[in-house]
């Protein structure tokens, strides 16, 4: 039997485990130079190979960008999103196997003034990126977060969804795309026509408001992931590009995808982190990099030089129970390094994952969150997880007895239990400064003094307007109640909410009078007609 005080130091043999392979698993010829996980030890050129053929192989087999479309790259600054600058740059050259046949276009959205850095900080950033931009020869744009606090409100107004192509029409496209040789159609920017926009102090200190509305780091990165969106849709549209790319990699959408439960987003994963992203219409969002792992990407910039930029976040330097986002990466990651299969099966799982509108003509007649677009997920039964969580939250902030058997008999069979205390509770938490209700319209404040002082404490926590809590999916709820002030918002999702707000009392007045449909079919032509204008 073995002790505790052996000694086996002169009895056993140390033998050298043949963890990795000398030879490259591909060409079995040359030395492997790196190994991304174990047993798949690449040399350099089929590293390479097999790093580009991944991106091209994402993109052909989809078949979501067609040949001429206009495609906007999304990049941070960061190894991923350059790399997958340097993809397109590389499928685009006249020596590429397999040319890509789109049109890209660079944009970098600066959040500078959200995480705090100074205005010299910011243009050296700028001054950085857009060096770098230059030496690809594409059209680039340099959005300030700031410009988001001015956007219309169809940015937050679902557009037509683009009638879908037949799968024959990608090979008739692409032999257009050859004869008429529309790849010459690329041009450079003027460096008078690329200089760093002067942001108003007054502008920066309004987003600085914004964010800094949110209590937790959580609330923060996700209010600040909504604004960057909104702001990348609304440079696509103005700009005349129908894609949009992101650089997404396949640990980060693993981390994502865990988060995203966490924070109640499970209804929209499939969309938060599939290839493709149609929530917005006429702008689709893909994810051509979600093969990758960090680790892979992380090799490939530093063996081939791929320039990027360091730049600040709202996370960094934050611990790892600063937020939920921040603790899923950090619990993925260590957990990456002990079991390497981690997160592809995450990712894997993901995968399989689709949203509950299937095709885009249910996507179109869905209900849509005011801030991700969503499809509305409070849309639930009686006896359902949901509703059994509104009320159990109201029962935990009542102090009195009779208030919660109030809200019970108020509530017979799982009615919607924010519709009792949205009567009787302000929905600002400042005593009434800042309340959201309409101007002389019966707001919750209004409704409140037209029926008198309520009877005992209040029954629940303020969780925003119920105007605006409405148009909410569950987990935008939990971002909204979080904020002190509704009023930090910005104005065109204030003002995209009054306008769904009057849409559904003329609905209620006219709803005797109409038909089966005609209700959707209205919201459909009052949404489009917003996004045109």
């Not at 600066?110 to 243009?123: F, H, K, P, Y």
């Not at 994952?353 to 499809?375: F, H, K, N, Y």
Request: glycine share 8%.
């Amino acid at each position: 039997m073995c002790q505790v005080d052996e000694d086996y130091q002169h009895q056993l043999e140390r033998v050298d485990l043949l963890s990795v392979s000398k030879k490259c698993v591909k060409c079995k010829a040359e030395l492997a130079a790196v190994v991304i996980r174990a047993g798949d030890a690449y040399c350099r050129s089929c590293f390479k190979e097999n790093f580009i053929h991944k991106f091209r192989a994402m993109l052909g087999k989809t078949r979501v960008i067609f040949p001429g479309e206009k495609v906007l790259l999304a990049v941070s600054g960061g190894p991923s999103s350059c790399s997958m600058l340097s993809q397109v740059q590389e499928g685009l050259s006249q020596n590429a196997h397999k040319k890509l046949r789109f049109l890209p276009g660079i944009v970098y959205i600066d959040e500078g003034g959200a995480v705090g850095q100074s205005q010299e900080q910011r243009c050296r950033a700028v001054s950085e990126l857009q060096a770098l931009f230059r030496t690809t020869g594409f059209p680039f744009y340099t959005v300030p977060l700031e410009q988001v606090l001015g956007l219309p409100s169809s940015v937050v107004a679902t557009a037509s969804s683009l009638p879908e192509r037949p799968a024959s029409g990608y090979k008739a496209a692409v032999d257009h795309f050859i004869q008429t040789g529309s790849s010459s159609s690329l041009t450079a920017q003027d460096p008078e026509d690329t200089s760093p926009p002067n942001v108003p102090e007054s502008q920066t200190r309004l987003l600085q408001q914004l964010i800094g509305s949110a209590q937790s780091l959580t609330a923060k990165e996700d209010l600040l992931n909504k604004l960057r969106q909104h702001l990348l849709v609304h440079t696509a549209r103005t700009e005349g590009y129908s894609k949009v790319m992101l650089g997404d990699n396949c640990t980060r959408l693993a981390v994502k995808l865990l988060s995203s439960i966490s924070l109640g987003r499970g209804a929209q994963l499939a969309q938060d982190t599939g290839f493709s992203d149609s929530r917005y219409g006429d702008i689709i969002s893909v994810r051509p990099m979600r093969e990758y792992s960090a680790k892979e990407i992380a090799y490939y910039a530093h063996m081939f030089r791929v320039p990027s930029v360091v730049l600040p976040g709202l996370d960094t330097q934050a611990p790892d129970k600063a937020s939920i986002q921040r603790l899923t990466e950090s619990f993925v990651t260590r957990l990456q390094a002990d079991f390497p299969s981690t997160v592809s099966t995450i990712y894997r799982t993901g995968e399989k994952l689709q949203t509950a509108c299937g095709t885009p003509a249910a996507a179109d007649r869905c209900a849509r969150c005011l801030l991700c677009v969503c499809a509305l997920d409070t849309a639930a039964e009686k006896a359902s997880a949901l509703q059994a969580t509104l009320i159990s939250e109201q029962l935990s902030h009542s102090a009195s007895p009779a208030a919660r058997s109030g809200i019970l008999k108020q509530n017979p069979g799982g009615a919607k239990p924010e519709s009792a205390a949205a009567a009787r509770v302000c929905c600002s938490s400042a005593g009434g400064e800042g309340c959201w209700g309409p101007a002389g319209g019966g707001g919750c404040c209004s409704s409140a003094a037209a029926e008198g002082p309520p009877e005992g404490p209040p029954e629940g926590p303020p969780e925003g307007p119920p105007e605006l809590s409405s148009l909410l999916c569950y987990s935008c709820r939990l971002t909204v109640r979080d904020m002190s002030s509704v009023n930090c918002l910005p104005h065109y999702i204030l003002s995209e909410a009054q306008r769904r707000q009057r849409r559904t009392l003329m609905r209620e007045e006219v709803s005797e009078f109409l038909l089966d449909g005609d209700d959707d079919d209205g919201d459909e032509e009052e949404a489009s007609d917003g996004t045109n204008k």
